[in-house]
């Protein structure tokens, strides 16, 4: 071969004919790869376990499973495999059938040793080229979708100076906000900003996986460990190795997880659901909760060691409610995004539809801001969004007067029994316990339509 | 491990492998000798389908003929060997085993057309047996383009390297022969 692997390769030989076996792995073991034979599709799948195999070697006629079919499971057990198929008796559509199927090449036995040499060569290379770019895409979609942090507002200040801080160090950080308000984000942040930048963030949802699938998905499992364990499964624990791994709503594990969460973090080892190897994991906790965890611990629904294991550096992301001077920029963001993502020439907003989105309260937070403007961009008319175009409930629920003074209380007042009323101007006068016309001529006064 | 002691497979020109004695001592630093006794008949390893020569063979019945030899055996032929899965192969070596045999028959230019070079062939067979006695010594290939375990699959290839050890393999091989060999350096 005529580049030394990265790390060592590894080679799996499925042939009936053992001096076929004997002779490739001796061949590939003289140039430094971990090769293993399997002498027919039950083996080579019981190998799958001892996996991953960068590339398998496969006879295309075997007694039992042919290789074709067998290529067919292997893909399902590990789609990123690279399978080169080997036959004695080459023929057109078995050929045209293996490459169909995904097979990254067809020789015929013999095999030409230089054209072999080469054809793994060019295998390994084009797998690590495909895993490379399957990492920077996701990469790439993390920066493009994980946005960056947008805010002016001190409380956010603070928010993004505490985040880069903890980033340089290898301390647990608990992110605590209101749902909505970025949690995932400001992990991603510091995961980016940290030493461990070019490893993954593995992200899980605490509370949206089944409690009996958490520890499976956190440990990973050994074949046969429950029904429909196949196959041996990495966990989020291991898929972390090098990187960080974001607990999102760590407050609702079960107490039996929150020990074993315990023990993975004071040891960085743990076992697959099912097996008795230890596996080491060098990973960074960021874990994040809405709940009031202090009052869990009270009541003795979060174990308090854990607590302390996980509440090390504590960063608080206020509620949109709280600082709002981000929302215009905010609104800005989210407007520039949607409209290049829905290829819409919206770019404005209306003042007026600015404010009522300043002034409404946000219980969904940010989220609900994205997905307020995202809905909003689908109603409006190019070039810019109007209060119309915002959530009815939105425009009803607050009239709060702009100031003071006896005519914006008048006005906003109005504005609220009008919208109470469903602009039924009679009603709304009887209501204000005034006539019809007063009614009329405070309306336009106040310059106020019907939405 | 005591000795290098090369056998002559025939058909074999004996002086190539005469030529071979002096260069493997200095690279190995062991004492090496040409055996006259022993020696395998290819004859039953001859594949009539595909006019070849199987080594893996050869080597089997080395290592039946002689099961308790401590040191390496070299056979060195001039037909042209094969192992099932591949067209051909220069030569073929038990990994960190005692047996290794090569062949001359692809080194030879007149087989690509090209004048015959006796010196050449001198050359290449050195290089190529340096290579599978690297391997008996658990020697895998090596990404130095200079060194002897450099992987060729051309005669061109073996062209490009020379016949010594880097540094790193040298020192493997220093390693596998043991404390008891390196008075002989």
Not at chain 1, 187 to 198: L, T, W
Not at chain 1, 219 to 234: I, V
Not at chain 1, 240 to 251: P, S, V, W
Not at chain 1, 369 to 395: C, H, T, W, Y
């Amino acid at each position: 071969m005529n580049e030394k692997p990265d790390k060592q390769n590894s080679l799996l030989v499925v042939d009936d004919e053992l001096v076929v076996r004997d002779s490739l792995s001796k061949w590939f073991k003289q140039d430094g790869y971990k090769v293993e034979t399997a002498e027919d599709a039950a083996h080579a799948l019981k190998k799958m376990n001892d996996g991953p195999w960068d590339i398998v070697l496969l006879d295309i006629k075997m007694p039992g499973m042919s290789g074709l079919e067998l290529q067919k499971r292997l893909r399902e057990i590990d789609p990123s495999i690279t399978t080169i198929m080997i036959t004695a008796f080459a023929s057109v559509e078995s050929a045209v059938q293996a490459l169909k199927e995904g097979a990254f090449d067809y020789v015929t036995k013999p095999v030409d040793p230089d054209h072999l040499s080469h054809l793994v060569i060019n295998a390994l290379r084009q797998k690590k080229l495909a895993s490379e770019n399957a990492l920077l895409r996701e990469h790439l979609s993390e920066i493009i979708s994980g946005d960056e942090i947008i805010g002016n507002s001190p409380q956010m200040k603070k928010v993004i100076e505490l985040a880069k801080t903890v980033a340089q160090t290898d301390t647990t950080v608990m992110i605590r906000g209101e749902s909505g308000s970025g949690k995932e984000l400001i992990a991603r942040a510091i995961h980016a900003n940290s030493v461990r930048r070019y490893f993954p963030i593995i992200a899980v949802n605490c509370g949206a996986v089944p409690e009996t699938l958490l520890e499976s998905e956190l440990f990973g499992h050994e074949k046969g460990a429950f029904t429909g364990a196949q196959y041996r499964r990495k966990g989020k624990f291991e898929m972390a190795d090098g990187g960080t791994i974001f607990l999102d709503e760590i407050g609702t594990i079960s107490q039996k997880m929150q020990v074993q969460l315990l023990r993975v973090i004071e040891s960085k080892q743990f076992t697959r659901v099912g097996g008795n190897e230890v596996t080491h994991s060098d990973f960074r906790i960021i874990c994040a909760t809405n709940r009031d965890l202090e009052a869990a611990v009270k009541d003795g629904t979060f174990r308090e060691d854990l607590y302390y294991r996980l509440n090390v550096f504590t960063v608080f992301i206020p509620p949109i409610r709280e600082r709002r001077t981000d929302i215009p920029l905010l609104v800005q963001h989210f407007l520039k995004k949607y409209s290049a993502i829905m290829n819409k020439p919206v770019v404005e907003i209306s003042p007026e539809a600015v404010d009522l989105l300043v002034r409404y309260d946000w219980p969904g937070n940010v989220r609900e801001l994205e997905n307020v403007i995202e809905r909003a961009m689908v109603l409006a008319k190019p070039p810019s969004i109007r209060p119309g175009d915002l959530p009815f409930q939105m425009v009803t629920k607050h009239h709060t007067p702009t100031d003071d003074s006896i005519a914006s209380v008048e006005k906003a007042h109005i504005e609220a029994i009008l919208s109470k009323t469903g602009w039924n101007i009679t009603r709304a006068a009887e209501i204000l316990s005034i006539d019809r016309v007063t009614l009329y001529n405070k309306i336009a006064k106040y310059g106020l339509s019907k939405p | 491990m005591s000795s290098i002691c090369l056998f002559a497979v025939p058909p074999c020109d004996e002086s190539l492998i005469k030529g071979l004695i002096v260069p493997l001592r200095s690279i190995f630093q062991v004492p090496v000798e040409m055996r006259l006794d022993g020696t395998i008949d290819p004859a039953f390893a001859f594949d009539v389908y595909r006019n070849q020569y199987n080594s893996t063979s050869v080597i089997s019945a080395f290592l039946q003929r002689f099961p308790d030899l401590d040191g390496k055996i070299l056979g060195i032929t001039s037909v042209d060997f094969f192992v099932p899965v591949l067209t051909y192969v220069f030569g073929e070596a038990q990994l960190d085993g005692p047996v290794a045999v090569v062949s001359s028959h692809r080194l030879d230019n007149t087989l690509y057309g090209l004048p015959a070079n006796q010196e050449l062939v001198m050359e290449r067979l050195l290089k190529e047996a340096v290579h599978e006695l690297g391997h008996t010594f658990g020697l895998i290939h090596c990404h130095d383009y200079r060194c002897v375990m450099h992987t060729s699959t051309t005669a061109e290839d073996i062209d490009v390297k020379s016949e010594r050890f880097c540094p790193s393999c040298e020192a493997m091989v220093e390693k596998k022969k043991g404390p008891a060999n390196n008075h002989s350096k």
